[in-house]
């Protein structure tokens, strides 16, 4: 779904588990779709204010704020799941539905790609204000690696 409502098909034209992303691609025309520029997440400083965007528990066009809370994390999703290295620990609200979603500073620029909540282990609960996303100098490497040379997806 875009912004705008409308909903698109979209092809799958790669994966990369070991971060948790997909590169998907629409066969819409570009002219009036916005474009998010991507950052330098290497720049990060801890207590720098960022925003997440995303649809969490399906509210749309949802925006929360906080900071860089730690650099270069290691996470797992746990049993099985993605193991993330050079994660961005923030405490902006990650939620089902802003996962995925966009991890913005103040200049609008995307720096990561939220990706999960911590979850407590003492209680089996999300663990409020940690939160973790891909940095987005893993996002470019993986693009360049899972967009095929010459096809704009």
């Known amino acids: ?3 705008n409502g409308s ?10 588990a070991a971060h948790d ?3 998907l691609k629409i066969a819409v025309p570009h002219e009036g779709l916005p474009v998010a520029t991507l950052g330098d997440s290497s ?18 066009g949802t925006v929360t704020n906080g900071m860089v809370s730690a650099l270069d994390r290691t996470v797992s999703e746990g049993s099985g799941g993605a193991t993330i290295h050079g994660a961005i620990q ?20 995307v720096i990561g790609i939220p990706t999960l909540a911590a979850i407590d282990p003492e209680f089996d609960t999300p663990a409020d204000g940690v939160g973790f996303a891909i940095p ?4 470019k ?6 967009i095929p040379i010459g096809t704009g997806a």
Request: glycine share 12%; no cysteine.
């Open 90 to 109: 923030t405490d902006t609200a990650i939620n089902p539905g802003n996962s995925g979603g966009a991890l913005v500073d103040v200049d609008g620029h």
């Open 43 to 60: 720049q990060l400083v801890v207590g720098q204010e960022l925003l997440a965007i995303g649809n969490p528990l399906g509210d749309t």
């Open 141 to 146: 490497s993986i693009m360049t690696q899972l």
């Open 7 to 16: 909903k698109e098909p979209a092809q799958l034209t790669g994966t990369d």
């Open 136 to 139: 987005s100098e893993a996002v």
């Open 21 to 23: 992303l997909a590169i």
């Open 1 to 3: 779904m875009l912004s």
